[in-house]
Each structure stands twice: as structure tokens, then as C-alpha cells.
């Protein structure tokens, strides 16, 4: 019963709790900024440059700003999400 929510956002930053039930998808999109995805529980498949490889909890993976991602719970997820955010990185 758990659901996704935003941790906090700031002007440079914004931490997401994604909560995933097995089987969700999440369509190929892109963040504004650099992105880490930290599996917290559960096991996900994430898919970005054309591989995919699965993250189990404990993971995490960092993405360059812009680069199109997607990505598919395999178990009951939960995923923590950091977006830095561009105009705070550009100072």
C-alpha cells in the first residue's frame, strides 16, 4: 500500500521513492539532469544505451543527463531516484 512520493526537491536537487509492483514498466523517457537508481528492495531491469541489466537490492547506477532510459520491476520494488538538476549544476 505504499506509494511513490517525492523525498524532498530543491533547487538542485530531487529525491524520488519509487515503489514498484512486479511487472510495472516504465516507458523510455530521460531526466534534465544526472540520475542515480538505487534498487533498495526488490529486483528491477533497467535499460539504457541499448543494454539492459538487472539491478538487485543494494544496486545503483549513475546516468549521464538526457539519456533515455526505461525500466521493468521484476519483484516488488522499491527504488530510490536523485536527480541533479541542471541549472544547479550550471551554477
Request: negative net charge; glycine residues 8%; aromatic residues 4%.
Amino acid at each position: 500500500s505504499t506509494k511513490t512520493y517525492t523525498l524532498f526537491k530543491t533547487d538542485a536537487m530531487e529525491v524520488i521513492r519509487l515503489v514498484l509492483p512486479a511487472g510495472k514498466q516504465i516507458a523510455e523517457h530521460k531526466a534534465p539532469g544526472e540520475i542515480t537508481v538505487h534498487c533498495l528492495e526488490g529486483r528491477i531491469e533497467f535499460t539504457a544505451n541499448g543494454k539492459t541489466q538487472e539491478i538487485k537490492a543494494g544496486g545503483m547506477l549513475y546516468l549521464e543527463a538526457a539519456q533515455p532510459h526505461a525500466l521493468e520491476a521484476i519483484d516488488d520494488s522499491t527504488v530510490l531516484v536523485t536527480i541533479l538538476h541542471k541549472k544547479a549544476i550550471e551554477g
